[in-house]
Protein backbone atom coordinates (compact mmCIF):
# COMPACT_ATOMS: atom_id res chain seq x y z
CA UNK A 1 0.00 0.00 0.00
CA UNK A 2 2.86 2.44 0.88
CA UNK A 3 5.09 1.43 -2.31
CA UNK A 4 1.57 2.37 -4.69
CA UNK A 5 1.13 5.52 -2.51
CA UNK A 6 4.73 6.28 -3.24
CA UNK A 7 4.23 4.97 -6.93
CA UNK A 8 1.46 7.13 -7.50
CA UNK A 9 3.09 10.44 -6.16
CA UNK A 10 5.90 9.92 -8.58
CA UNK A 11 3.82 9.07 -11.00
CA UNK A 12 1.68 12.23 -11.08
CA UNK A 13 4.81 14.27 -10.13
CA UNK A 14 6.96 12.96 -13.45
CA UNK A 15 3.72 13.28 -16.04
CA UNK A 16 3.25 17.35 -14.86
CA UNK A 17 7.35 17.84 -14.97
CA UNK A 18 6.70 15.81 -19.06
CA UNK A 19 3.70 18.07 -19.07
CA UNK A 20 5.82 21.59 -18.64
CA UNK A 21 8.64 20.59 -20.35
CA UNK A 22 6.42 19.78 -23.87
CA UNK A 23 5.09 23.10 -23.35
CA UNK A 24 8.25 24.84 -22.47
CA UNK A 25 9.83 23.27 -25.56
CA UNK A 26 6.37 24.29 -27.96
CA UNK A 27 7.07 27.44 -26.89
CA UNK A 28 10.55 27.50 -27.10
CA UNK A 29 10.49 26.31 -30.94
CA UNK A 30 7.48 28.59 -31.99
CA UNK A 31 10.05 31.59 -30.35
CA UNK A 32 12.63 30.13 -32.64
CA UNK A 33 10.53 29.84 -35.32
CA UNK A 34 8.99 33.25 -34.91
CA UNK A 35 12.47 35.26 -34.08
CA UNK A 36 13.61 33.56 -37.74
CA UNK A 37 11.08 34.35 -40.07
CA UNK A 38 9.49 37.33 -38.62
CA UNK A 39 12.19 39.12 -36.92
CA UNK A 40 14.43 38.27 -39.23
CA UNK A 41 16.86 37.81 -36.09
CA UNK A 42 17.26 34.01 -34.54
CA UNK A 43 17.71 33.83 -31.70
CA UNK A 44 20.83 31.84 -30.81
CA UNK A 45 19.79 29.69 -28.21
CA UNK A 46 16.24 28.41 -29.17
CA UNK A 47 18.13 25.48 -31.20
CA UNK A 48 20.20 23.93 -28.52
CA UNK A 49 17.03 24.62 -25.69
CA UNK A 50 14.89 22.47 -27.56
CA UNK A 51 17.37 19.76 -28.61
CA UNK A 52 18.25 19.48 -24.31
CA UNK A 53 14.92 19.32 -23.22
CA UNK A 54 14.10 17.01 -26.36
CA UNK A 55 16.55 14.87 -24.80
CA UNK A 56 15.28 15.22 -21.24
CA UNK A 57 11.22 14.51 -22.86
CA UNK A 58 12.31 11.51 -24.03
CA UNK A 59 14.51 9.85 -21.88
CA UNK A 60 11.99 10.95 -18.29
CA UNK A 61 8.88 9.99 -21.34
CA UNK A 62 10.76 6.59 -21.39
CA UNK A 63 10.91 6.20 -17.70
CA UNK A 64 7.43 7.22 -17.84
CA UNK A 65 6.22 5.10 -19.87
CA UNK A 66 8.04 2.07 -18.49
CA UNK A 67 6.11 2.72 -14.64
CA UNK A 68 2.82 2.74 -17.17
CA UNK A 69 3.65 -0.75 -18.45
CA UNK A 70 2.81 1.15 -21.91
CA UNK A 71 6.11 -0.19 -23.77
CA UNK A 72 4.96 -2.80 -26.05
CA UNK A 73 8.25 -5.05 -26.08
CA UNK A 74 7.62 -4.97 -21.84
CA UNK A 75 4.06 -7.08 -22.03
CA UNK A 76 4.07 -8.61 -25.50
CA UNK A 77 4.54 -11.71 -24.32
CA UNK A 78 2.75 -11.87 -20.84
CA UNK A 79 -0.62 -11.05 -22.90
CA UNK A 80 -0.38 -14.84 -24.64
CA UNK A 81 0.49 -16.59 -21.47
CA UNK A 82 -1.66 -17.65 -17.94
CA UNK A 83 -0.89 -18.11 -14.57
CA UNK A 84 2.21 -18.97 -13.53
CA UNK A 85 3.96 -18.88 -16.69
CA UNK A 86 3.06 -15.14 -16.77
CA UNK A 87 3.92 -14.24 -13.54
CA UNK A 88 7.15 -15.63 -13.74
CA UNK A 89 7.68 -14.41 -17.36
CA UNK A 90 6.87 -10.77 -15.97
CA UNK A 91 9.44 -11.33 -12.85
CA UNK A 92 11.70 -11.92 -15.55
CA UNK A 93 10.75 -8.61 -17.73
CA UNK A 94 10.80 -6.64 -14.49
CA UNK A 95 14.24 -7.94 -13.71
CA UNK A 96 15.67 -6.72 -17.13
CA UNK A 97 14.58 -3.84 -17.19
CA UNK A 98 15.93 -3.18 -14.03
CA UNK A 99 19.45 -4.50 -14.76
CA UNK A 100 19.29 -2.50 -17.77
CA UNK A 101 18.27 0.63 -15.95
CA UNK A 102 20.86 -0.31 -13.19
CA UNK A 103 23.94 -1.09 -15.48
CA UNK A 104 23.42 0.92 -18.29
CA UNK A 105 21.35 4.08 -16.93
CA UNK A 106 22.40 4.65 -13.06
CA UNK A 107 26.27 3.30 -13.37
CA UNK A 108 26.52 4.36 -17.09
CA UNK A 109 24.44 7.92 -16.75
CA UNK A 110 26.48 8.93 -13.31
CA UNK A 111 30.54 7.83 -15.02
CA UNK A 112 28.92 10.19 -18.39
CA UNK A 113 27.92 13.12 -15.74
CA UNK A 114 31.12 12.61 -13.60
CA UNK A 115 33.44 12.74 -17.11
CA UNK A 116 31.92 15.79 -18.58
CA UNK A 117 31.78 17.53 -15.23
CA UNK A 118 35.49 16.54 -14.67
CA UNK A 119 36.09 17.69 -18.40
CA UNK A 120 34.40 20.80 -18.08
CA UNK A 121 32.19 20.04 -20.99
CA UNK A 122 30.23 23.80 -21.93
CA UNK A 123 27.27 23.98 -24.59
CA UNK A 124 28.31 26.12 -27.25
CA UNK A 125 24.95 28.34 -26.72
CA UNK A 126 23.81 28.20 -23.41
CA UNK A 127 27.06 27.55 -21.59
CA UNK A 128 25.71 25.64 -19.24
CA UNK A 129 27.56 22.42 -18.09
CA UNK A 130 26.75 19.28 -20.26
CA UNK A 131 27.05 17.01 -16.99
CA UNK A 132 23.67 18.81 -16.46
CA UNK A 133 22.06 17.66 -19.35
CA UNK A 134 22.92 14.08 -18.86
CA UNK A 135 21.72 13.80 -15.80
CA UNK A 136 18.38 13.05 -17.13
CA UNK A 137 19.98 9.59 -17.87
CA UNK A 138 20.64 8.18 -13.86
CA UNK A 139 17.74 10.11 -12.65
CA UNK A 140 15.70 8.08 -15.13
CA UNK A 141 17.47 4.99 -14.75
CA UNK A 142 16.45 5.45 -10.79
CA UNK A 143 13.05 6.10 -11.37
CA UNK A 144 12.95 2.93 -13.86
CA UNK A 145 14.50 0.88 -11.06
CA UNK A 146 11.82 1.60 -8.54
CA UNK A 147 9.11 0.70 -10.84
CA UNK A 148 10.85 -2.71 -11.69
CA UNK A 149 10.93 -3.20 -7.85
CA UNK A 150 7.06 -2.09 -7.52
CA UNK A 151 6.10 -4.22 -10.09
CA UNK A 152 7.80 -6.97 -8.50
CA UNK A 153 6.85 -7.01 -5.42
CA UNK A 154 3.00 -6.65 -6.61
CA UNK A 155 3.80 -9.74 -8.50
CA UNK A 156 5.02 -11.58 -5.83
CA UNK A 157 1.95 -10.72 -3.95
CA UNK A 158 -0.12 -11.80 -6.80
CA UNK A 159 1.88 -15.24 -7.49
CA UNK A 160 1.38 -15.80 -3.40
CA UNK A 161 -2.12 -15.23 -3.91
CA UNK A 162 -2.63 -17.67 -6.65
CA UNK A 163 -1.08 -20.59 -4.48
CA UNK A 164 -3.20 -19.40 -1.58
CA UNK A 165 -6.48 -20.34 -2.99
Do not use: C
Amino acid sequence: MILSNIKNKIDYILKWILVFIMAAMTINVLWQVFSRFILQSPSSITEELARYMLIWLGILGASYVSGQKMHLAIDLLSTKLKGKGKSYLEIIIQLSVFSFSFFVMVIGGFRLVQITLTLNQISAALQIPLGYVYSVIPISGIIMMFYSITYIIEELKRKNNFTKH
